[in-house]
């Protein structure tokens, strides 16, 4: 028997709902279901839980395959969390690029000047400019907001839209001669690039 029909046995043994087992073992009726569903594996410390509630041991809920199975899943949620974290701290580093001089001023000013700072350039390319960090930035706060959560759904999607907005400004920033954001916008796209290729365990 699987662990997972072997958890919904030993729940309706006791006439528990999902939510009532969920309180019991101080974890979210979600995960409840993931395990019974066998679409994932409590962590070591909900499987002491469990085992303690229902007075049986480790060994009896899970065999020595699912074990490794289960730790291997486990190692690669973190890895997960783990990516999609810094990823989200490099894309509110974007917001650097209010701030630091490297954009250039148009023809009024050859210095190098912050994005407030701008006055030679139309105002609907700073609004572009400004719109792309500030989504960029939001992206990373969320994805800062959701790492505390289960949701590796999530994760990944604002892992993608990060990636796309980094794109995003780095062509646009070339496209309009602002090499220096360009470069800043290409640095955190391959950081990114060889972060996710070493957790996918690409070459």
Not at 94 to 100: E, S, Y
Request: charged share 20%; proline share 3%; aromatic share 8%.
């Amino acid at each position: 028997m699987e662990f997972n029909e072997k958890l919904q046995e030993l729940r309706k043994s006791r006439s528990l709902t999902q939510e009532d087992l969920a309180e019991a073992l101080f974890v979210s009726r979600t995960a409840i279901s993931k395990w019974e569903s066998g679409r994932g594996y409590p962590n070591l410390d909900s499987l002491k839980a469990i085992s303690r509630y229902f007075t049986v041991s480790i060994d009896e809920l899970i065999c020595p395959e699912e074990i490794l199975s289960a730790a291997e899943h486990e190692k690669k949620a973190c890895l997960d969390r783990v990516l999609s974290l810094i990823c989200s701290v490099l894309d509110i580093f974007m917001a650097l690029l209010m701030f630091l001089p490297v954009f250039g001023n148009g023809t009024d000013s050859p210095s190098s000047v912050s994005l407030t700072e701008m006055t030679g350039l139309s105002a609907w390319i700073r609004a572009v400019f400004a719109a792309l960090i500030a989504l960029t930035v939001l992206n990373g706060i969320c994805g800062l907001i959701i790492s505390h959560f289960d949701k590796p759904v999530w994760n990944r999607r604002l892992l993608l839209t990060g990636m796309a907005l980094t794109i995003a400004g780095a062509a646009v920033f070339m496209l309009t001669r602002q090499p220096y954001a360009g470069i800043f916008c290409l640095a955190m796209l391959v950081v990114k690039g060889l972060l996710i290729g070493k957790e996918r365990g690409l070459p």
